[in-house]
């Protein structure tokens, strides 16, 4: 049985897998809802997008994703309230990026419509799997890929647009404890660090591990030239709090633009906040530490939202950072999650809602 919504065909599962998950118990990104919204280019362009149940995807082997790693994606959130009503956050901010990364991997870019009707409409065939718990949401993962098959290196013909949702708690649960990468980089000048693409991510696992080994949660990324500036940490963007000020690194082109990035900045600078966008050094924030004026630093994305760092290591040495109880980490959280929520007036227009 098929039906149309905003011009998205609609092709129903014919069973639902919502009563086997404990929405009390969400771990984050591991299980996906009945539906998901699927199109394809091929023929120079997009086909109509349709809501279809979820299901494995079917490739050939020399599908250019496999071999050139043509990929991107992104990463927002759908968050219920109170009375039920479904709210986005600044939707066509992650559709710009999905597109910006698209033109920096050669990939074909998407028209808005159908991102934005694809998106919405999926989101009401799955209304019920948006959780209404504190702390949860429904993770959107859009994604793109090459399908075109050939091992001839270059761009692919054909491709596939996908959105998944998976019905999440909390990322990172308490503070991470961080090393700051003196040897691996995240990115490099004129390469792709500013795009969401899939080895970006795949080539930080290995360093990430290591780090692991040495009992940290997260790798703080630095310059790839000299390994003296703050860049990221782990997957999402950094803060640091000298004394009353608030820091971040300018983006560039081995920063992602994060939305959280920005949305933090805009509601510091409401609050009254000092914030400063310039290149942070390790070299400051360790004689920060030193000399007791590093107050916070946290990371700051769309699945854990605000994450405090509880301590950092440097050259064989761990630095720990205090414990506030008015944290700019956590007033900054409340005010953004409030908005969210829709537990808070919007001054700013950032709230969607998903009718
Ligand atoms: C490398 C990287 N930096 C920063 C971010 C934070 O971006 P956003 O706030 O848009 O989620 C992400 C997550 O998307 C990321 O993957």
């Not at 609609?10 to 086997?20: C, H, L, Q, R």
């Not at 997009?46 to 994703?65: E, F, G, M, R």
């Not at 209404?132 to 270059?154: C, D, E, K, T, V």
């Not at 009353?244 to 690194?249: G, H």
Request: include cysteine; glycine fraction near 8%.
């Amino acid at each position: 049985m098929e039906a149309v919504m905003n011009n998205v065909t609609i092709e129903k599962a014919k069973t639902s897998k919502i009563k086997d998950v404990d929405f009390d118990n969400l771990s984050f990104g591991s299980i996906y809802t009945d539906h998901m919204l699927v199109c394809d280019y091929k023929n120079g362009q997009w086909q109509a997008p349709k809501v279809v149940p979820y299901q494995p995807i079917t490739l050939d082997p020399s599908s250019k994703i496999f071999h050139y790693g043509q990929s991107i994606f992104e990463g927002m959130k759908a968050y219920k309230d109170e009375s039920g009503s479904v709210w986005l956050f600044r939707p066509l901010e992650n559709f710009k990026r999905l597109n910006k990364s698209a033109k920096r991997m050669a990939m074909p870019e998407l028209p808005e419509s159908y991102f934005m009707d694809g998106l919405t409409t999926l989101l009401q065939v799955d209304s019920d799997w948006i959780p209404q718990s504190a702390g949860s949401s429904l993770y959107i993962r859009p994604f793109m890929f090459a399908s075109g098959n050939g091992f001839h290196a270059s761009p692919a013909d054909e491709y596939k647009f996908i959105i998944a949702l998976a019905p999440s708690g909390s990322y990172f649960s308490g503070k991470v404890k961080v090393l700051i990468e003196k040897q691996y980089s995240r990115a490099a000048n004129g390469g792709v660090g500013f795009a969401k693409t899939g080895g970006n991510y795949a080539g930080q696992f290995y360093p990430t591990r290591l780090a692991a080994e040495k009992g940290y949660q997260q790798v703080i990324w630095t310059d790839d030239n000299n390994h003296e500036y703050i860049e990221e940490a782990g997957a999402m963007n950094v803060f640091v709090r000298i004394n009353d000020m608030l820091l971040t690194a300018p983006t560039n082109d081995r920063i992602l633009d994060g939305i959280t990035r920005k949305s933090i900045l805009d509601i510091a600078k409401d609050e009254g906040i000092k914030t400063e966008i310039r290149k942070v050094s390790v070299k400051e924030v360790v004689e920060a530490a030193k000399n007791g004026s590093l107050k916070e630093m946290f990371g700051a994305g769309t699945a854990a939202v605000v994450s405090p760092i509880s301590a950092f290591g440097y050259e064989g040495v761990d630095y720990d950072l205090p414990e506030l109880e008015d944290s700019y980490a956590s007033l900054l959280k409340k005010r953004i999650t409030d908005i969210q929520y829709n537990r808070a007036e919007d001054k700013f227009g950032w709230r969607h809602e998903v009718v």
